[in-house]
């Protein structure tokens, strides 16, 4: 069982309107697609309305305006027929899975694509999961919250809107790497019926660039989860019984891999592991500011989770203030101090 965690670009969206060459569809089809996509107002969307049509073009239930338009797209442009390297989270999930079939999503995985807060984003990140899914669209989930609760999503691709992440400003995109950390707790709480570990792959090749370290750093705090963490959310301790870190792995395919994406080796790269109790032994005590005073102790997370400033050797003098990546650490390691120290 695998949770595949995707960052999203907009290389299939290339692909959809003919700039990529990668897509082998006749362009009547093409052109119906897109027509049929701007009749439904898509060309003129904003974020939020972006959020409220995708939410109501996936929706299990009656079939909607929405989810009818987006129905006859897909029967135009066939997601099941589609080529591995249409994107490239398409092609690094494929290359990074060819000894078990990852496409269309199995029955017992779960997909995450993490979209940037642009219609663009959204809408990427909705063909991805069509892509993942072979065009079933009851496979697909949409939230419009990284905190909203997933349920029951075996088996399906689940599309997560972050809000924040499109570079407007650095308080929104703290909002959004605390979104992730949120995310994540989530996910393991929707692993509470499992029965071994549940392996996370993250793949990092396409989307906002400026969340890619983050998103690391992400895969580097599902990889260091402990005991204690898995009994407060009700998961089975699924911990490896030899002692090593929870599975997690995350690749890349380098962007010039070549005209063929599918035969580009994807790039495992390097994940450390933290120390739970010691992250959370330093993320207490930021409160709801996110600052605290005096110096942290054992500072292994200053720079990374939160920035120390003042004079090391007169600690009282020291102030320390969260990182909008320490914020989503505390979020997964369910740090709960919202006192001050100091």
Same mark, same amino acid.
């Given at each position: 069982?695998?949770?595949? &965690?995707?960052?999203?670009?907009?290389?299939?969206?290339?692909?959809?309107?003919?700039?990529?060459?990668? +897509?082998?569809? *006749?362009?009547? /089809?093409? %052109?119906?697609?897109?027509?049929?996509?701007? /009749? #439904?107002?898509? *060309?003129?969307?904003?974020?939020?309305?972006?959020?409220?049509?995708?939410?109501?073009?996936? #929706?299990?239930?009656?079939?909607?305006? =929405? /989810?009818?338009?987006?129905?006859?797209?897909?029967?135009?442009?066939?997601?099941?027929? $589609?080529?591995? %390297?249409? *994107?490239?989270?398409?092609?690094?999930?494929?290359?990074?899975?060819?000894?078990?079939? #990852?496409?269309?999503?199995? !029955?017992?995985?779960?997909?995450?694509?993490?979209?940037?807060?642009?219609?663009?984003?959204?809408? /990427?990140?909705? $063909?991805?999961?069509?892509?993942?899914?072979?065009?079933?669209?009851?496979?697909?989930?949409?939230?419009? =919250?990284?905190?909203?609760?997933?349920?029951?999503?075996?088996?399906?691709?689940?599309?997560?809107?972050?809000?924040?992440?499109?570079?407007?400003?650095? !308080?929104?995109?703290?909002?959004?790497?605390?979104?992730?950390?949120?995310?994540?707790?989530?996910?393991?709480?929707?692993?509470?019926?499992?029965?071994?570990?549940?392996?996370?792959?993250?793949?990092?090749?396409?989307?906002?660039?400026?969340?890619?370290?983050?998103?690391?750093?992400?895969?580097?705090?599902?990889? *260091?989860?402990?005991? =204690?963490?898995?009994?407060?959310?009700?998961?089975?301790?699924?911990?490896?019984?030899?002692?090593?870190?929870?599975?997690?792995?995350?690749? &890349? +395919?380098?962007?010039?891999?070549?005209?063929?994406?599918?035969? #580009?080796?994807?790039?495992?790269?390097?994940?450390?592991?933290?120390?739970?109790?010691?992250?959370?032994?330093?993320?207490?005590?930021?409160?709801?500011?996110?600052?605290?005073?005096?110096? &942290?102790?054992?500072?292994? +997370?200053?720079?990374?989770?939160?920035?120390?400033?003042?004079?090391? %050797? =007169?600690? %009282?003098? &020291?102030?320390?203030?969260?990182?909008?990546?320490?914020?989503?650490?505390?979020?997964?390691?369910?740090?709960?101090?919202?006192?001050?120290?100091?």
């Amino acid at each position: 069982m695998t949770v595949h &965690v995707s960052s999203v670009g907009r290389s299939v969206l290339d692909a959809l309107d003919g700039k990529s060459g990668k +897509l082998t569809l *006749s362009r009547a /089809a093409r %052109d119906r697609a897109v027509r049929l996509l701007e /009749a #439904a107002g898509i *060309s003129t969307w904003d974020r939020e309305q972006a959020s409220h049509w995708i939410a109501a073009a996936v #929706a299990h239930g009656e079939p909607s305006a =929405q /989810a009818r338009a987006l129905r006859d797209a897909i029967a135009a442009v066939t997601p099941q027929y $589609w080529q591995r %390297d249409v *994107s490239a989270e398409l092609a690094t999930l494929d290359g990074v899975n060819r000894d078990r079939m #990852a496409i269309p999503v199995r !029955e017992e995985d779960i997909a995450v694509l993490v979209c940037s807060d642009t219609p663009d984003g959204l809408l /990427a990140g909705v $063909w991805n999961a069509l892509g993942m899914t072979a065009g079933n669209l009851a496979a697909v989930r949409y939230l419009a =919250q990284p905190g909203a609760e997933l349920g029951d999503v075996r088996g399906r691709a689940v599309v997560v809107r972050v809000p924040g992440m499109d570079v407007g400003s650095a !308080e929104g995109f703290r909002q959004a790497m605390r979104g992730l950390g949120v995310l994540a707790r989530h996910v393991f709480e929707s692993l509470r019926g499992a029965r071994e570990p549940e392996k996370f792959r993250f793949y990092l090749s396409g989307g906002f660039k400026a969340a890619i370290p983050y998103l690391i750093g992400l895969a580097e705090a599902v990889r *260091s989860i402990d005991k =204690q963490r898995l009994a407060e959310l009700g998961v089975p301790d699924l911990m490896p019984r030899d002692g090593s870190p929870y599975p997690v792995e995350a690749y &890349v +395919l380098h962007e010039t891999a070549g005209g063929d994406l599918t035969d #580009a080796p994807p790039i495992k790269l390097p994940l450390r592991r933290l120390v739970a109790s010691a992250v959370r032994q330093e993320l207490t005590g930021f409160g709801t500011s996110g600052k605290r005073r005096g110096l &942290v102790l054992p500072d292994l +997370l200053n720079g990374y989770a939160y920035e120390a400033r003042g004079r090391r %050797d =007169q600690p %009282d003098t &020291v102030e320390c203030e969260l990182t909008a990546f320490g914020a989503g650490l505390r979020e997964l390691f369910g740090v709960r101090d919202e006192s001050p120290a100091g």
